[in-house]
């Protein structure tokens, strides 16, 4: 995959808004969720990296990480999209993630990834944001690319090729 695009990089916990030529970039996702929105006509997207699905207890000290914890990453990624031009009635999402990674160890994998990607959608639907694709669950990591201003998402898997998907439609 060539472009010479600039990429940036979205760690735990971080939320990235973009205008313009570029992409937004998870590595290995594993049990968090990446969540995409996206304006296809403004053409701006973003990218929010959730690490838990609840919310943070009490006292918690964000130290700079607004998508932590999805109750928060979804106002604050569709704040900061409208602060660049989106609109909300044309947002459209997709969630992509939530694998468990540890088959057969219930200890070390506590069903966080599907606890993520279910909470995740229930806000989509509270928000009224539509859910245009949801690539979730199973048992191997992804890395991803989201190319705007296409609104254009690229997943692969350790073992598979890289697809493709639009944000304001099906497959590209």
């Known amino acids: 995959m060539e472009d010479n695009r600039p990429v940036h990089t979205v760690f735990i916990g971080q939320l990235c808004v973009q205008t313009g030529s570029c992409s937004l970039a998870v590595y290995g996702l594993g049990s968090c969720v990446a969540l995409l929105l996206c304006d296809p006509e403004a053409g701006v997207g973003g990218l929010a990296h959730v690490l838990l699905p609840g919310e ?38 997709a969630l992509v993630g939530g694998a468990r990674l540890f088959q057969g160890a219930e200890l070390l994998d ?26 979730t669950g199973g048992s191997q990591g992804r890395t991803l690319r989201f190319d705007l201003p296409e609104c254009l998402l690229r997943v692969r898997t350790l073992r598979g090729g890289w697809e493709s998907f639009g944000l304001g439609g099906g497959a590209a």
């Open 56 to 93: 943070p207890p009490p006292g918690t000290e964000r130290a700079g990480l607004p998508a932590k914890y999805g109750v928060e990453a979804l106002p604050s990624l569709s704040k900061a999209l409208v602060g660049v031009g989106a609109r909300p009635a044309r947002m459209r999402a």
């Open 110 to 135: 506590t069903g966080i990834g599907a606890r993520n990607v279910e909470r995740l959608k229930a806000l989509l639907a509270e928000g009224a944001v539509p859910l245009a694709l949801e690539l």
